[in-house]
Nanobody
C-alpha cells in the first residue's frame, strides 16, 4: 500500500528525491514520514509531515538539508534530500499512521510501512 522509490547512488553533496505512493486506501488523514536503516544500525526516524501539511518534523541531522512534502490529492509523499553525506547511506522506508503526529512519529512505530529504497552516498 506504500511504495517507495527514487533511491540511488549519488556523490557526497548531491541530491536525491524520494517518493512514496500510497494505494489501496486514502492516507490523506494520516501522518506520513520517512525512516532509514543503515547497515548494522537500528532503523531511525528521519522526517514526518501531518496530514494537513501544516506541520513537519525532522531529525536534527536532516534539518536544513531535507524537505518533506505531500500531495493528498495524488496520495503521494516526497523527501527532497540535498547536500547528501556518506552517513545518509541507508535503506529509506516510508510509513504512515492515522493516530500519530509528525512530532511523535519517531517515538512510536507507525502502523503502515512501505518497502525500502536504497540510498548510497559515495565520498
Amino acid at each position: 500500500q506504500l511504495q517507495a522509490s527514487g533511491g540511488g547512488l549519488v556523490q557526497a553533496g548531491g541530491s536525491l528525491r524520494l517518493s512514496c505512493a500510497a494505494s489501496g486506501r486514502t492516507f490523506s488523514r494520516y501522518v506520513m514520514g520517512w525512516f532509514r536503516q543503515a547497515p548494522g544500525k537500528e532503523r531511525e526516524f528521519v522526517a514526518a509531515i501531518n496530514w494537513s501539511s501544516g506541520s513537519t518534523f525532522y531529525v536534527d541531522s536532516a534539518k536544513g538539508r531535507f524537505t518533506i512534502s505531500r500531495d493528498n490529492v495524488k496520495n503521494t509523499m516526497n523527501l527532497q534530500m540535498n547536500s547528501l553525506k556518506p552517513e545518509d547511506t541507508a535503506v529509506y522506508y516510508c510509513a504512515a499512521d492515522p493516530f500519530l503526529t509528525a512530532q511523535n512519529m519517531g517515538n512510536s512505530p507507525p502502523g503502515y510501512w512501505g518497502q525500502g529504497t536504497q540510498v548510497t552516498v559515495s565520498s
